[in-house]
């Protein structure tokens, strides 16, 4: 049973990474964001209640996140987590085997966000998303300290897997 937390900035490769990772170790690859964009699309009424915030770059509540997520985490297995926890108020009971931080300059980032053209890449929604990376996710870092996995995100995609594959 292994349990990942994939942690970086939006647009740093932790989606595509964190899959890539979850596949190579064998467990299910779970993103918060995207349980809260199907339950949008699937017009549940979690969805209903989330996606005003999310078009707006803004947080869900934690207990409607914890709604979409926590199922997921009964897996056997293990997991490769994105996007949950993302603020301390959410790590209550949830621990890590490891958690890998995946850094990337904010500027690089900027530039990949505005190139991915999802609904809420707007220049507004990414500045909020990125302000509320660093005063609310950053600080996972801290409390995950033990087992935390420094990674250099500004890579070669292959390369950043490889590193993955050999440290986790
Ligand atoms: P992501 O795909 O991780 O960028 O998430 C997209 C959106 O889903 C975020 O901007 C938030 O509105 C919402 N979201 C995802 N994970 C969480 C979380 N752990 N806590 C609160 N909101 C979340």
């Known amino acids: 049973m292994k349990r990942v937390l994939m942690l970086g900035p939006p647009g740093s490769g932790k989606g595509t990474q964190g899959?890539?990772?979850?596949?190579?170790?064998?467990?299910?690859?779970?993103?918060?964001?995207?349980?809260?964009?199907?339950?949008?699309?699937g017009g549940t009424p979690l969805g209903h209640q989330v996606e005003q915030a999310m078009s707006e770059g803004r947080l869900?509540?934690?207990e409607l996140v914890s709604e979409a997520v926590r199922p997921a985490l009964q897996r056997r297995n293990g997991y490769v987590l994105d996007g949950?926890?993302?603020?301390?108020?959410?790590?209550?009971?949830?621990?890590?085997d490891a958690v890998v931080?995946?850094?990337?300059?904010?500027?690089?980032?900027?530039?990949?966000?505005?190139?991915?053209?999802?609904?809420?890449?707007?220049?507004?929604?990414?500045?909020?998303?990125l302000r509320e990376y660093r005063e609310d996710t950053?600080?996972?870092?801290?409390?995950?300290?033990?087992?935390?996995?420094?990674?250099?995100?500004?890579?070669?995609?292959?390369?950043?897997?490889?590193?993955?594959r050999e440290r986790v």
Do not use: C, M, N
């Open 19 to 41: 899959e890539r990772l979850a596949r190579s170790l064998g467990v299910e690859h779970i993103s918060s964001g995207a349980l809260l964009r199907e339950a949008v699309a």
């Open 60 to 62: 869900v509540s934690d």
């Open 84 to 96: 949950f926890p993302r603020k301390l108020s959410q790590t209550d009971g949830v621990d890590f």
């Open 101 to 129: 931080h995946l850094d990337v300059p904010e500027a690089e980032v900027v530039r990949r966000l505005l190139g991915r053209g999802r609904a809420d890449d707007t220049e507004a929604v990414i500045a909020e998303r």
């Open 138 to 164: 950053l600080p996972l870092l801290d409390h995950y300290r033990d087992v935390v996995v420094e990674v250099d995100g500004d890579r070669d995609a292959d390369e950043i897997a490889a590193e993955l």
